[in-house]
T-cell receptor, first 118, second 114 residues
Framework: AQKVTQAQTEISVVEKEDVTLDCVYE???????LFWYKQPPSGELVFLIR??????QNEISGRYSWNFQKSTSSFNFTITASQVVDSAVYFC???????????????FGTGTLLAVQP | ETGVTQTPRHLVMGMTNKKSLKCEQH?????MYWYKQSAKKPLELMFV???????ENNSVPSRFSPECPNSSHLFLHLHTLQPEDSALYLC?????????????FGPGTRLTVL
């Protein structure tokens, strides 16, 4: 069965600190996708990144970086020099690779609430 | 209009009321989703439509009734709800059957059932 675990329910940091959000997944599929979404207080889930299971290269986008390790089934997310605007709930999610006419069911973790204090 | 929109943003209803949530996507996608987000629980997938055909119904009580008249619009009709149905209801869309399969979400409707 597919499952996503975000063991950190809440994290509090002070502005400019680096913070890493952990994500561990389980799947029997050999082809799958991993995602991170951000949910600010406004409620809307904002897509941050998609990574497929064949691409283990780490990715950096500005202050955000992602570390995908298939050996440990982890897809961790690091925010460098955190800012107050980074305060949100962050969700990691897993999806099987789509087939023709298949739907892209996302399995979400329970989310990590990040509070960045000024 | 951009992305995925949802109306209303907030809704308070009694258990005997009938109401509908509306979702509209402006991304040209062919699949739409309803999720329920309750406090301290993972997002729960409720319904999925692909090419206007319902392809997923995750054992959702019949007091929730979805409708997808076209690929841009999705409704969730509510009747005789229970207080435990109070939650944030999120709509999402995606391009089914392609590698660009990320789902884009609307801002949600915060539903309170009294």
């Amino acid at each position: 069965a597919q499952k996503v675990t975000q063991a950190q329910t809440e994290i509090s940091v002070v502005e400019k600190e680096d913070v890493t959000l952990d994500c561990v997944y389980e799947t029997r599929d050999t082809t799958y996708y991993l995602f991170w979404y951000k949910q600010p207080p406004s409620g809307e889930l904002v897509f941050l990144i998609r990574r497929n299971s064949f691409d283990e290269q780490n990715e950096i986008s500005g202050r955000y970086s992602w570390n995908f390790q298939k050996s440990t089934s982890s897809f961790n997310f690091t925010i460098t020099a955190s800012q107050v605007v980074d305060s949100a709930v962050y969700f990691c999610a897993l999806s099987e690779a789509p087939e023709v006419r298949a739907t892209n069911k996302l399995i979400f973790g329970t989310g990590t609430l990040l509070a960045v204090q000024p | 209009e951009t992305g995925v929109t949802q109306t209303p943003r907030h809704l308070v209803m009694g258990m005997t009321n009938k109401k509908s949530l509306k979702c509209e996507q402006h991304l040209g996608h062919n699949a739409m989703y309803w999720y329920k987000q309750s406090a301290k629980k993972p997002l729960e997938l409720m319904f999925v439509y692909s090419l206007e055909e319902r392809v997923e119904n995750n054992s959702v009580p019949s007091r929730f009734s979805p409708e997808c008249p076209n690929s841009s619009h999705l409704f969730l009709h509510l009747h005789t709800l229970q207080p435990e149905d109070s939650a944030l209801y999120l709509c999402a869309s995606s391009q089914d059957g392609t590698r660009d399969n990320e789902q884009f979400f609307g801002p949600g409707t915060r539903l309170t059932v009294l």
